[in-house]
């Protein structure tokens, strides 16, 4: 039942993945999106560079946590950074990295740095992860962790500056397992998911870190996904479909080249699905 930690710093083998008009356009279905570019497959959304990090993130945890405690992995944070658009033909080139081994009172975390470049080595993007194993009882802290995000207190931030609600549909985690390729049977099976002690079927994280994303673009960025240079998010809750979700906003740092904004994400049930949330967004 030990980590091992002899993986931590071994980077996965590439997955490849050749970029389709017909995929992005039902990634960008599946996630709520509007951008009539990404829904005619010409363009990708910011947050479509995850596809190919699903099978590096599994071999990196796997690499790293005992057998038995798999099916006991949460998302914990996910923090994206984006360096270029993605267009149909392109070569997306993904790895992952386990780089280090957390202990917390009720299990552990494992830090994975992930990075998506085009088949000529240039960045497409950058993703920092938090995978947390429930109730592994191991007391281990190795290698270097997620670097820090400030938790911020949304209530001495104010009113916010923007919100947005979105619907999430009753079928919107079976339109995104498609879309994405992410098979875990606890979107797609109420059995399943209620074996795990969930309520059914629950959202998939990144498809509501996506939808969240949207609504940045559209309250903030004016509707110009390529503004967008990073997002950030603790996943808090899990969030059932069918329901509405509220996303809020408030101003955070300004820089020269750049603007910054804190925001959360709540189910219409109050129940807080996202938080700590951060995007960047250039200014033009």
Not at 38 to 59: C, H, K, N, T
Not at 244 to 264: C, H, K, M, P, Q
């Amino acid at each position: 039942m030990s980590f091992n930690t002899e993986a931590l710093g071994v980077r996965t083998e590439a997955t490849v993945l050749r970029v389709e008009r017909d995929r992005i356009a039902s990634f960008a279905r599946a996630t709520n999106d509007h951008d009539p570019q990404a829904l005619a497959g010409d363009v990708a959304p910011p947050l479509f560079s995850i596809l190919p990090m699903y099978r590096p993130l599994e071999s990196a945890i796997r690499a790293v946590t005992p057998r038995e405690r798999m099916m006991y992995t949460l998302h914990g944070e996910q923090d994206m950074r984006f360096f270029q658009r993605i267009r149909p033909g392109v070569e997306l080139h993904a790895t992952a990295t386990p780089v280090g081994i957390g202990a917390k009172s009720s299990g552990t975390t494992i830090s994975i740095l992930g990075l998506v470049t085009d088949e000529h080595g240039t960045k497409v993007s950058e993703h920092w992860m938090s995978m947390f194993i429930r109730g592994t009882g191991d007391s281990m802290t190795a290698g270097e962790q997620m670097p820090h995000r400030e938790i911020l207190k949304i209530e001495e931030l104010g009113s916010p500056i923007a919100n947005e609600v979105q619907a999430v549909a009753a079928d919107q985690t079976f339109r995104f397992a498609e879309a994405s390729g992410d098979p875990m049977r606890v979107h797609l099976d109420n059995d399943v998911a209620r074996k795990f002690g969930l309520p059914g079927i629950i959202c998939h994280g990144l498809c509501t870190m996506a939808m969240a994303g949207n609504a940045a673009i559209d309250t903030l960025g004016e509707r110009t996904p390529e503004r967008m240079k990073r997002l950030a998010v603790r996943f808090a809750k899990p969030l059932l479909p069918g329901q509405n979700i509220v996303t809020r906003f408030w101003a955070g740092t300004l820089a020269e080249a750049s603007r910054s904004y804190i925001f959360d994400t709540h189910a219409e049930d109050r129940t807080c699905v996202l938080s700590n949330g951060l995007v960047e967004l250039t200014t033009a």
